[in-house]
């Protein structure tokens, strides 16, 4: 925990419109630590993933990944530089295997897929990171059906997957573990502390239990801003998080 | 398995036929396969867009028409280009062309695409219909057909039917193979990803515009080459082989044919002109010419072939093995 932050984000604002998505959001990310944003529906905490993995661009602040400043880069060149997301929403490639979902992330690794006559199934080392995330994740023995064949719970497993095969230095998982089951749920928790001590890793997630099972740091957001962040503990005895979120929501 | 040495016998079958076809066919008939294997290797060309990438293109005649264009224009008055150097050029003219439409184009999305390139190809084609560059609306004949030598040594001539024909199926086999490399290739599951999820594929790093850019300028090049041989074969280029109409006749034969499959567009190439040609020459019945109203015929197969087989033609040979849904790569 003593590590420099690996990304640091600075007054970071989002706006559609007269809406305020985030609004002047501060934190910070380290390696080795598990960084969870919890808050109620609605809080801004997948505009905040979206801001810092490129799908969306900040109105104002900054975001700085390592020593680079990463606001407003392209989704690709962010992950690029070795940040890898999951998404709320599943979000893969229905029609193929859950291993070419995983083998199609890891190709993403090499220099260029710009080779028009290298075949893309011999490549060992994309093969070996699909397979090794497929393991992570507790997908062996699936990777050759198609993943629109899956069940919702293992299609989540394979939007993991997928983040894990881009080997990633920073993680950005947005409800990892929605819509899985108490098995899963309780798989993927482990393999979140496993991946924990090589990782920097910053989760969005509903479910307390795993939250505070595996999170180092609490930031806990209320209409886009921030209300409170700190240790677990601190987190909980806090009067303000107690009235605003933990207290009165029970949604989900 | 098996079903697979049953296709690869069909297709080893086929291209035999096709290799055979000229020693015992008309000189008419020869003339009309070639035809369609042209078509089919433009429409093989479109359906590395259309089928397995996912950009609904409108205006790849463009591509087509630049390449007859530069052939006519790089053939000397009174006297033959040289093969050898006029095909790559031509082929290279159409890339290039590629590659600046593409530039513009690729960043667009959806029925955006669609205009853009519909928009681009009707420039280019009204660029030679309203000027008088290349004979204007008339277009120009290429009296000389580009010679192949090696040495003195005539290679094959390009003013006989037959060989042309051959020239046209080496083509066509070259282009069957080229396509099959890339979309097994380290760029082909790219560009299978983007036609599934583009959004995801930025995320994991790829960045999209480059490889769809890439995607356009071969498809570009290989339209270019069917451009080129039926420039040879007629030996004369015209304004509508950059219109609208051939960009909308190629994507009915892809659709027809079945995207995203390799032979589907082939296939599709070959019913579409066949049936062009039995459509046009129905007889005058009742006091009314069907012939010259073919269109409607046209149209009414369509519609019955994409109403009973959404997935193309091709998948009738899907749902003969039992198993009712194409494949897609």
Known sequence: MADAAILRTQGLTRRFGGLVAVRDVSLECRMSEVHAVIGPNGAGKTTLINLLSGDLEPTAGTVVLGDADITGLASYRISKLGVG???????????????????????????????????????REV?????????????????????????????????????????????????????????????????????????????????????????????????????????????????????????????? | MNANRIATGALLAGVLALALFPLFAEKFYVQLLAKIMIMAIFAMSLNLLLGYTGLVSFGHAAFFGASGYALALLTPQYHAANFWTSLPLAVAASALLALVIGFFVVRTRGIYFIMVTLAFAQMLFFLFFDTKIAGGSDGIYIDMRP?????????????????????????????????????????????????????????????????????????????????????????????????????????????????????????????????????????????????KHWQLFMGGFIVLATLLLPNGLISVADLLRGRGKATRG
């Not at chain 1, 599943?90 to 979902?101: H, I, S």
């Not at chain 1, 995330?133 to 069940?151: D, F, I, K, M, Y």
């Open chain 2, 147 to 291: 010679v192949a030598k090696i040495g003195d040594w005539q290679v094959f001539r390009l003013d006989d039917f037959v060989h042309v024909y051959y020239l046209v199926l080496v083509f066509l086999g070259l282009t069957y193979v080229l396509l099959r490399m890339i979309l097994r290739s380290l760029f082909g599951r790219v560009l299978a990803g983007i036609r599934v999820n583009e959004h995801r594929m930025r995320s994991l790093g790829y960045p999209s515009f480059r490889y769809k850019l890439a995607c356009f300028v071969i498809a570009g090049a290989i339209a270019g080459v069917a451009g080129y041989l039926s420039a040879v074969q007629f030996g004369v280029v015209n304004p509508e082989m950059l219109g609208w109409h051939l960009s909308a006749a190629v994507m009915m034969m892809v659709i027809l044919g079945g995207m995203g499959t390799l032979l589907g567009p082939a296939i599709g190439a070959a019913i579409w002109m066949l049936l062009e040609l039995g459509f046009q020459s129905l007889p005058q019945a009742l006091g009314v010419d069907f012939g």
């Open chain 1, 85 to 123: 997301r999951s998404y709320q929403k599943t979000n893969v490639f229905l029609p193929f295997t859950a291993f070419e979902n995983c083998r199609l992330a890891a190709q993403s690794r090499l220099a260029s897929s710009m080779r028009f006559f290298r075949p893309a199934l011999t490549d």
């Open chain 1, 127 to 252: 093969n070996a990171a699909a397979e090794r995330a497929l393991a992570a994740v507790g997908l062996e023995g699936r990777g050759s059906t198609p993943v629109a064949e899956l069940s919702h719970g293992e299609q989540r497993q394979v939007e993991i997957a997928m983040a894990l095969a881009t080997r990633p230095r920073l993680l950005l998982l947005d409800e990892p573990l929605a819509g899985m089951g108490a098995e899963e749920s309780a798989r993927i928790v482990a393999l979140l502390k496993g991946l924990a001590a090589e990782h920097a890793i910053l989760l969005v997630e509903h479910d307390m239990d795993a939250v505070f099972a595996v999170a180092d740091v609490l930031t806990v957001m209320v209409s886009g801003m921030v209300l409170e962040s700190g240790t677990p503990g601190q987190i909980r005895s806090s009067g303000a998080v107690q009235e605003a979120y933990l207290g009165s929501d029970d949604a989900e």
